[in-house]
C-alpha cells in the first residue's frame, strides 16, 4: 500500500506540472498571438499571470 501511495502521488505530481506547462503555454501565446487588445496593459496582465506557471514548470515555485 505504501509503495502504491508513494507511486500515486509521483503521478499526480507529474500531472500537475504537466498541467501547469499546457496553461502556461497557452496564455504565451495569447500573449503573442492575439488580433485584439493589443495594449501595453494588456502585455502586463498576461506576464503577470504568465509568471507562476513557468515557476511552476520549470519547479522553480
Known amino acids: 500500500m505504501d509503495e502504491f501511495m508513494r507511486n500515486a502521488n509521483e503521478i499526480i505530481h507529474y500531472i500537475y ?10 496564455l504565451l501565446r495569447g500573449l ?14 498576461y506576464a503577470y499571470t504568465l509568471i507562476p506557471f513557468i515557476l511552476r514548470a520549470l519547479r522553480i515555485k
Request: aromatic share 16%.
Open 17 to 26: 506540472f504537466g498541467m501547469a506547462g499546457v496553461c502556461g503555454l497557452v
Open 32 to 45: 503573442f498571438f492575439r488580433k485584439t487588445r493589443r495594449s501595453i496593459v494588456y502585455d502586463i496582465v
